[in-house]
Nanobody, 122 residues
Framework: QVQLVESGGGSVQAGGSLRLVCTVSGYTASMAWFRQAPGKEREGVAAIWPGGGNTYYADAVQGRFTIARDNSKNTLYLQMNSLKPEDTAMYYC??????????????????WGQGTQVTVSS
């Protein structure tokens, strides 16, 4: 059974950086980071295909966030730079059992981590 555990969240000032880490137990195919702010729906932030060669980003984070995975360490990363107050949310990693077409849809993923909080102050 696949399990995901996120870490690396915290509080930073606008313009700062954080790196989120998702430790994976078991096999996963496509993986992604999502986030959910209070009162808002969960939204896709970035996704990566099994080999790591294909990555996808939401427009809101393009150019500031980088998703990566190290399959030898069973780890998924999200490097977040130039953080803005609107990036404040609970961040979740998610895994799919196969390649998916609509990476931004929550239904495409079958296992989720517990989340890690990111707070960006102005």
């Amino acid at each position: 059974q696949v399990q995901l555990v996120e870490s690396g969240g915290g509080s930073v000032q606008a313009g700062g950086s954080l790196r989120l880490v998702c430790t994976v137990s078991g096999y996963t195919a496509s993986m992604a980071w999502f986030r959910q702010a209070p009162g808002k729906e969960r939204e896709g932030v970035a996704a990566i295909w099994p080999g790591g060669g294909n990555t996808y980003y939401a427009d809101a984070v393009q150019g500031r966030f980088t998703i990566a995975r190290d399959n030898s360490k069973n780890t998924l990363y999200l490097q977040m730079n130039s953080l803005k107050p609107e990036d404040t949310a609970m961040y979740y990693c998610a895994a799919a059992s196969s390649l998916i077409t609509k990476w931004w849809e929550t239904d495409a993923y079958y296992v989720w981590g517990q989340g890690t909080q990111v707070t960006v102050s102005s």
